[in-house]
């Protein structure tokens, strides 16, 4: 492999001929072979792309930077924005806590093009642009690589975790209202119970999830605020003044978002619990929907020997060995990102709570993990509308079967004959694999029109 | 141990004399010998006390309950709230996971008491109050538990939580104002830094609680809601029309608290999301207090060999075996609770997914770790508050010699000389053990005025 | 309340007359009102009481203490073993984490009983015993408390969750055996599959249980290893030279347990890997009960809407409304243990991973997790055997029913027709609501003579 | 794009041209679109080759297969596993919990690639290997990829991770070795104790890692067994007698592991103990290496205003604005694993805990999470060893000037002049901000020649 040599304040290091990156990048790559390369998320490196772009131009507005540099450092940040540098960025999340590597990524990237544009198209000896005195000006990693995490975590999360769970909750409350006039027993510790809609059921789901959703919500306000501007320790040394507003005001612009400079830039560089209550949010949602899930498959398993109450869409062949089979997979794939966001949860916590002094050091960790869970969320909660919840359908025959042949119907009675008069009948009832009307009028409670016209479960959702 | 005979609806069973439940509350004492016996939280025997006062109220005020009836089972629940009636609830938090048997031992206990009442003192034969037609009327166990748990949850975080945690930023930001301009040297990756004031790093720690104090506030209305009227799975069969509102406006005007009913009685029967919810909020605390506290204990670390940047109050004699020992207990003290907090809100997670159908059965569970994290924390704020924050002093003189000997107020000179040259300035003292301006004026980058123009800590906060 | 005077190293202190703490304890019981008072596990002053009498002993033996000293120690730590003394230990578990107060809980106690009876009955007014120089002679809290860990511990596995964990291995055992016979359909993915045998479904659990319990056996070597005699740092400073011998093996002798002294008592003083290896293994089988649990109550879900193929006990009337309800509150329960030993997990290994150069000081809340997961798991796996295991069932009836008409029985024509035509089979009598006799024959697949004698679930199992 | 048609039992579709994968890996390509593709890990599907050779083979020696279809299918086996076809197996972690999909992607590929072998190179027109028929032959989803799980992991373990962990836990003791006479003071709450050696220090942690390593061995054995031949639920169904032993010995062979028969394949589907219990054994090591590596920071922190008892290697640049800064980045990306693997193991729990009847389908979970914790832990534990702990040297000015100045070296004259005194003389050292000796003398307790003969930290470690 062809390679150059690049050097830092540390040593000189070999890079391959194809890559951009500098000496700090690759001194990285070496020092932390640790899982899969690359698995920094993508989209921080394209959040960098906004913020050293916003940074040359607040640095270029405040007479630190020439508007030849600002000009190039753009139009580098550019393509990493739109993702055609997404090669140079070889490096893990398992790195220093800070992101510091990262942010020499792309300090390195920048600056290491600019100057080969410099060379060929501007034939400027003269000009050079330095990856931590130009691209890197007035910012630290510790303030840009929290900003990093901010924009990353609250674009994922307007731009796909949202839209996906408001999907789902139409989708449920659709269900709802379809199934608003569909009596089926209610169930209460597995057992049989009194009844309820089916519909009543899913306002029960989309009420959850509506929960969840809000939860997010209440959390994106803290989220869209950014520390950047504090630089090393949230004091703002080497940053010039005015130039946090100046960048605030360009991100706002270009990503749209509405975002803001943080009151305490020290809290927000030594701690990341915005990310932490955020995801507590995203943990929720999972806590609800592995509720729904199970009560799905539960509610469709079968065909001949489970509940059966409602079919779900047959999406594939669910067996390699048992022909004719199909299972509930969007609920178990589901399941199995909420246990995983779960688990990120406990991890999020523990990295939030291990900064020390003015800087929190797990900060790819928690990000990494943040928006693995907001992506599976997201992409989860698309795949199991369109593909589960949309295609609900009641087994009408089941639903009635299991509703007529109820033990619980009883309980209507408590408010007319009492509690132990009604268990009396209940137990009898099943004692004798009876109905509960034969019981009623053998025990000389109630005679057969009494009995019908208390116990309707029309009456009772 | 003398005994009278109760039975149900399954069979009899032996009481102990001197207690008031009945068959159901012995039966689970007996079927349920795991853990500490009475572990069920008192709080949510107080909060039936309210519920049970409430709902008889409002049984009487739609024509289903005597006044009589009414008045004495008050009178009963007067006794409960008032904890007169402690030791008559003997039941685990590890019993079914509706709370049925603690809402049929409240029942038993007014019940069994109202009776003697009757008998002692009206000398009616007549009237005779049912655990389940008269205290149960109108309810079940699945929409009572819940509502008991929102209520007490919810008290537990106005009277308790909310008002510590308040105290304690009041502490943490008269520190910050207090500290405002005692310079010191900042810390990133745990190595020495820029310079930060030690009243910025406290207004970190006054930001991080102040943080989570809002997210605790912005949970509370989810948790105001109530289920109650909703009965066995949410539909209110056998609850009058009408009763869920005044039942809630009397638990309103008894409790001064912010209470209504919940929108979907299904979901909040079924899940306990806000549960969930507001225990998120506090581990989101604990979280910040465990960086808080571990900053804490490092800064007065010492008195020799550590940090020893502040002083904090000598509570005890730290130790058995070293004479003069003082630790930093309080710090110890609430990281463990915090612990606790983050390890219960993994359960609660759990617990709240486990939902089936109409009802959740972790209720107790989740109860039990949201009240033992909400009291946890409430104690610990307030101890570390009084016992630590409010008693911290600085050690102006280690926080000097610290400031004046480090190498990263090279930092300052980035923007003057480059990163390079800065760099080899701190190296170069690092080597030779000596300090910046010696080394900038001899590689000749600055000579002594500039230095000392330019590298003062005090324009570096 | 009358009170009497006493001093330490800082202050003066007022401590209720009828209690024998000193002022250490007094100080602590102040400084740390959290949560509960006295909710240090009592087991851990029991195992003080053993550890005390023991350095007594080998302190006397190597000449250190007198005999009459020894003596009149070991006689009130009999009392503290026996029980006697259990409402003189007021201290939380939210205290130092080292657990120092309730090491001097313990010499205070000791001293100041002991010069009491020296007062009284020896009348000897210059013999004295110090808590610290006598007490606490040549230990430290670090190593006492570690050891008094690892002892309650240990012998609460052996004399509680490992009895019951075995108890409930034969029961599931001897339900395997008995029904061996019993053919029922197979549910994967909730959904009918191929056939198998309720004792077949039985060994599966059998099988889990005893690979937890081979887990925590796994465990026990290390956890009886003890670091006493390391006093503060694991260095042994100030324990004479044998001390750490004499001692484990009076302890050997006095709780019949095989208990050694640790090869590093630096990792058993700065870490408790062994509490967090042992907890391990209760989470483990947690982890396998609540799969178990979950089984047993939807095998038994209905009576008339759900599975129905077992009955279990019917030990209390399941619901204050519902008449006749029985519920698997056994299964509910202990799933609740279950879910709290998983968030116990969670809580220790943070505490296990907070240590911090030679001390972990976390100790007190490792050891409260540990001993509440342990006696939870053993009183409910008691009470899970004898409540719920023993008394299961089966409900022929049910389970023929579903068996014959289950659709999954034709996988075993794969091996005969192939896959596809099976398939075909399978769907076609799902379609057309028939048997899959019935459709082999109508395609043409099989003739009835070669169906009956391949497809026979008696073979299948 | 070029696409073939493909159909199964439920419809037909569309497949890419230069792709060998079938109709039912085409379908969950689509209907599982979550997260990152291919995301299954790869470790999983090499697995998978193992077995379907093996497979193969036992099915031609039972007389099941043809010899010319066993020789095939071997053929595109080989290919699997030497990882030529790792384009092939496009599915992610996130689709049914039973892992079907992907083992129906293996059956597809060795299917197709078979036939177009089959057309190429014989012209047999005849010979056709079906996906179902002929490569899953004697097998299910359910066992074959519970087994690929049990291969992966144990692979990974004995591969990867445990030699990463040897390695280290030799790098420890070789310090320990080379520290053992270096005094220095010891520190607990992390405040100045008695002193211990940085050798001592060390041989903690080469203990605490030798621990989790014998845990991690404990497990290998459940790990080993595998629930081959079980088929769909345990049984066995449709795979002859002997198959079984005949893959195992096969197997066995191939990868020179000691793999064995499960003794209950219903277990060993229905659960995956084995993952969890190796997964704690993981996560124990983890939480060791927090407290170590939490240590190692600490102690190197500095250079001027930290502890800075030793050096850790100057790997990289520390900061983009801070020139001259080193940080302890090993350290910080080693505590970011292991939280992570601390999280993973609560998703693994959870996962573990959630099997039905005869199937837990959270499998893929189970394992994505596993190799992940496994290979971040192995990578990280060599990253560790190489660029950190070999490279510590103590930096013996600053360990020297601690000690002396320690007052905490008074303890050792406990035991000649008693706690009291003791603490006296500490407490005036430290108010009077002298010495020990100093105020010893002053206060009459001992004279300088006696000072000198008892306070002699050689003496104390």
Partial sequence: MNSRIQKDTIESIKIPINKYWGSQTEKSRKNFKIGVPGSMPIEIIHSFGYLKKASAYSNFRL??????????????C????????????????????SGTHTNMNVNEVISNISN??????????????????????????NDTFSTAMHLSAYKKLIENTIPSIKNLIISLKNKSKLFSNIIKIGRTHLMDAVPITLGQEFSGYAHQIE?????????????????????????????????????????????????????????????????????AALKQIAVSLIKISNDIRLLSSGPRAGIGEIYIPENEPGSSIM???????????????????????????????????????????????????????????KSFKYLCIDGIRPNYNRIEKFLNRSLMLVTVLNVHIGYEKSAHIAKSAYDNNSTLKEEAIRLGYLNSDEFDRLVDPKKMV
Avoid: R
Avoid at 116 to 141: A, C, E, G, R, Y
Avoid at 234 to 262: M, S
Avoid at 366 to 374: C, G, T, V
């Fill in 63 to 76: 007479g630190k930077l020439s508007k030849e540099k600002k000009d190039i450092i753009s139009y580098v």
């Fill in 78 to 97: 550019n393509k990493i924005i739109n993702g055609k540098l997404d090669d140079q960025f070889p490096l893990v999340v398992w790195q220093t806590g």
């Fill in 116 to 141: 080969i544009i410099i060379k060929k198209k501007f034939k400027n000896k003269q000009l050079f642009i330095h990856p931590n005195d130009d691209v890197n000006m007035s910012q630290s990693s």
């Fill in 211 to 279: 929960h969840g959703f809000n939860c997010i919500k209440n959390t994106l306000n803290n989220l869209s605020k950014l520390p950047i501007g504090g630089t090393a320790v949230g004091t703002g040394i080497n940053a010039p003044c005015g130039y946090d507003k100046i960048v605030v005001e360009f991100l706002k612009k270009k990503t749209k978002l509405p975002l803001k400079i943080t009151k305490n830039k020290f809290a927000y560089i030594a701690s990341h619990d915005s990310i932490v209550e955020s995801h």
């Fill in 323 to 381: 022909p004719g089979k199909v299972n509930p997979t969007q609920c178990e794939s589901i399941i199995m990102v909420c246990m995983q966001i779960i688990g990120n949860d406990v991890t999020i916590s523990m990295a939030g709570s291990s900064g020390n002094y003015e800087l929190n050091v797990c900060k790819p960790l928690m990000i990494y993990n943040f928006l693995q869970s907001a992506q599976l969320l997201s992409d989860s909660c």
